[in-house]
T-cell receptor
Framework: DAGVIQSPRHEVTEMGQEVTLRCKPI?????LFWYRQTMMRGLELLIY????????DSGMPEDRFSAKMPNASFSTLKIQPSEPRDSAVYFC?????????????FGSGTRLTVV | GQQVMQIPQYQHVQEGEDFTTYCNSS?????IQWYKQRPGGHPVFLIQ?????EVKKQKRLTFQFGEAKKNSSLHITATQTTDVGTYFC???????????FGQGTTLQVKP
């Protein structure tokens, strides 16, 4: 298995532009998570899906952020419009269950820089 | 809201010395997981602890879960340069289904 695949690896965009981050979870994993990592706030859970359905989006910072999972093999996190304070590394992770002995498998992340 | 606190934030050790990081939760956890993140990398799952008082070992790494299921520790014996990275604990609350990460302990090992 190729693991959790995220794209792009790096994204540099201007303030006000729309940014779309993509994630392909491991096949057969029913749970998908979006995390954001910054020096100041560490790893923050933004939203998670179970069987393609959003379960908890209370971590999404504001209305500028939205996430979708149209099918079991694809999810997107969109920021519109982007702001410099959105600069961070965004990780997607998947798991076969909420509490698995094998934990969450993280993708390599997307490093977003908003200038 | 639930918080998972981790100390210390940074630790510098000489190769061969031991290292311990501690994790404390404000609420009881259903389980706790530990991850390692190398510089520039992504978190990689190490282990999960579920039972009160549980102790698990992976070679030089020893993981403990407190009796009250509110705290945990990771101890590395005789550190090596390959142990360099940030170690995160993450607690799962069963009623929310959320895995909440501690701030991490960054370990530097001097050869």
């Amino acid at each position: 298995d190729a693991g959790v695949i995220q794209s792009p690896r790096h994204e540099v965009t201007e303030m006000g532009q729309e940014v779309t981050l993509r994630c392909k979870p491991i096949s057969g994993h029913d749970y998908l998570f979006w995390y954001r990592q910054t020096m100041m706030r560490g790893l923050e859970l933004l939203i998670y899906f179970n069987n393609n359905v959003p379960i908890d989006d209370s971590g999404m910072p504001e209305d500028r952020f939205s996430a979708k999972m149209p099918n079991a093999s694809f999810s997107t996190l969109k920021i519109q419009p982007s702001e410099p304070r959105d600069s961070a590394v965004y990780f997607c992770a998947s798991s076969p269950s909420r509490s698995a002995n094998y934990g969450y498998t993280f993708g390599s992340g997307t490093r977003l820089t908003v200038v | 809201g639930q918080q998972v606190m981790q100390i210390p934030q940074y630790q510098h050790v000489q190769e061969g010395e031991d290292f311990t990081t501690y994790c404390n939760s404000s609420t009881t956890l259903s389980n706790i997981q530990w991850y390692k993140q190398r510089p520039g990398g992504h978190p990689v799952f190490l282990i999960q602890l579920v039972k009160s008082g549980e102790v698990k070992k992976q070679k030089r790494l020893t993981f403990q879960f407190g009796e009250a299921k509110k705290n945990s520790s990771l101890h590395i014996t005789a550190t090596q340069t390959t142990d360099v990275g940030t170690y995160f604990c993450a607690g799962l609350r069963s009623n929310t289904g959320k895995l909440i990460f501690g701030q991490g302990t960054t370990l530097q090992v001097k050869p």
